[in-house]
């Protein structure tokens, strides 16, 4: 696989009419507000940029990322792998007259017509990251775990949220 070097800053139109495809890799660690989110982040990311203009003249960005992460479990706080894929269509911001499509994102471009490479990287990134990780329920490390298959009537507790919202 040919990996490009990551350009900071790209001029949008400019690449969409030139249809340039742009493919790399980048350390996560090199993407400070993933690494603020996860507890590890040592693994590579990939990163595929296509850009183009559709048949109305429309230019876009297709974003595509993968990365094999490592998300922190909400339930017992043990290292839970995520195999993290997506992809989406970017497009500027213009106007109020177009309805957002499916699976289209806004693209921010700066006061040059410039767009950031790793910022939009990294808001894919965490688009993608699931709110509440949890491993499934039989591979989850939480003791807590039989409790929570336990059946409605069991659950000492259940009433007192109800409760204290009725005294305050
Ligand atoms: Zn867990």
Do not use: W, Y
């Not at 203009?53 to 290292?79: G, H, I, S, T, Y």
């Not at 989406?88 to 957002?100: A, I, T």
């Not at 894919?124 to 490390?141: G, I, N, Q, R």
């Amino acid at each position: 696989m040919n990996v490009d070097h990551i350009p900071s800053k790209l001029d949008f139109s400019k690449e969409a009419k030139n249809q340039r495809k742009l493919k790399f890799s980048i350390q996560g660690s090199r993407l400070p507000r993933l690494v603020n989110l996860l507890p590890q982040v040592d693994s590579n990311i990939q990163a595929t940029l296509m850009f183009g203009m559709d048949e109305d003249k429309k230019m876009f960005l297709d974003l595509q990322v993968e990365a094999n992460l490592l998300l922190e479990c909400q339930r017992c706080l043990e290292p839970l792998p995520f195999e993290l894929v997506s992809e989406h269509r970017l497009v500027p911001e213009g106007g109020n007259d177009q309805e957002p499509m499916e699976g289209v994102e806004p693209l921010v471009l700066d006061e040059n017509g410039n767009i950031d490479v790793i910022e939009i990287l990294e808001d894919e990134l965490l688009l993608a990251l699931p709110m509440c990780p949890m491993h499934e329920t039989l591979k989850c490390h939480s003791e807590k775990k039989d409790l929570q298959d336990l059946p409605e009537t069991h659950k000492p507790f259940s009433g007192l949220a109800e409760l204290l919202n009725k005294l305050n």
